[in-house]
């Protein structure tokens, strides 16, 4: 795979991953691209996986710039959404996608890191259980661990969006 075919296939799913896990967009493009140059820097051979490769750089990246930041972006929501007009009929709200995205980063980011990265590879990155063990450096079951957990507590974070029949995957 060449690197213009990868950046094409994982590019979205990165910014994806960097947004989920507190990142800006713009700052994410930025780490996407930087991921990428220093991938073409490096001269990666046509062996490499360089899916995998762009996201440990991409994570490593990102995990440098918090370091030198000191801080996650955190997305603050209102704690309540009023959607009926004045005679008491629900209007529809242009906000309601924005509301609903800005919940579910803030409830990401209550997540310890370990849980939130493990979560956000697999379900924002479509990364595999063994594909997020192998960036992470841990094993499979240490990876459903912390994805079950994750799921829990988010379940718990977002319950007043959801009903009973409602699951996360």
Same mark, same amino acid.
């Given at each position: 795979?060449?690197?213009?075919?990868?950046?094409?296939?994982?590019?979205?799913?990165?910014?994806?991953?960097?947004?989920?896990?507190?990142?800006?967009?713009?700052?994410? #493009?930025?780490?996407?691209?930087?991921?990428?140059?220093?991938?073409?820097?490096?001269?990666?051979?046509?062996?490499?996986?360089?899916?995998?490769?762009?996201?440990?750089?991409?994570?490593?990246?990102?995990?440098?710039?918090?370091?030198?930041?000191?801080?996650?972006?955190?997305?603050?929501?209102?704690?309540?959404?009023?959607? #009926?007009?004045?005679?008491?009929?629900?209007?529809?709200?242009?906000?309601?996608?924005?509301?609903?995205?800005?919940?579910?980063?803030?409830?990401?980011?209550?997540?310890?890191?370990?849980?939130?990265?493990?979560?956000?590879?697999?379900?924002?990155?479509?990364?595999?259980?063994?594909?997020?063990?192998?960036?992470?450096?841990?094993?499979?079951?240490?990876?459903?661990?912390?994805?079950? #957990?994750?799921?829990?507590?988010?379940?718990?974070?977002?319950?007043?969006?959801?009903?009973?029949?409602?699951?996360?995957?």
């Amino acid at each position: 795979m060449t690197v213009e075919a990868a950046y094409r296939e994982v590019g979205p799913r990165i910014v994806g991953y960097l947004v989920a896990t507190g990142t800006d967009e713009a700052t994410a #493009r930025d780490l996407l691209h930087d991921a990428f140059a220093r991938i073409m820097a490096r001269g990666a051979r046509p062996d490499d996986d360089l899916c995998a490769l762009a996201f440990t750089t991409a994570r490593n990246l990102r995990a440098n710039k918090v370091r030198d930041d000191g801080r996650l972006a955190v997305v603050e929501c209102p704690e309540s959404l009023d959607t #009926r007009t004045t005679d008491g009929r629900q209007a529809p709200v242009a906000s309601d996608a924005a509301y609903l995205r800005a919940r579910i980063a803030s409830a990401l980011a209550t997540l310890p890191d370990a849980l939130r990265e493990a979560y956000t590879l697999y379900q924002v990155g479509e990364r595999s259980v063994r594909e997020v063990a192998g960036l992470l450096g841990v094993t499979e079951t240490l990876v459903k661990v912390r994805l079950y #957990r994750a799921k829990k507590a988010l379940r718990k974070e977002l319950s007043d969006l959801c009903s009973r029949q409602t699951r996360f995957h």
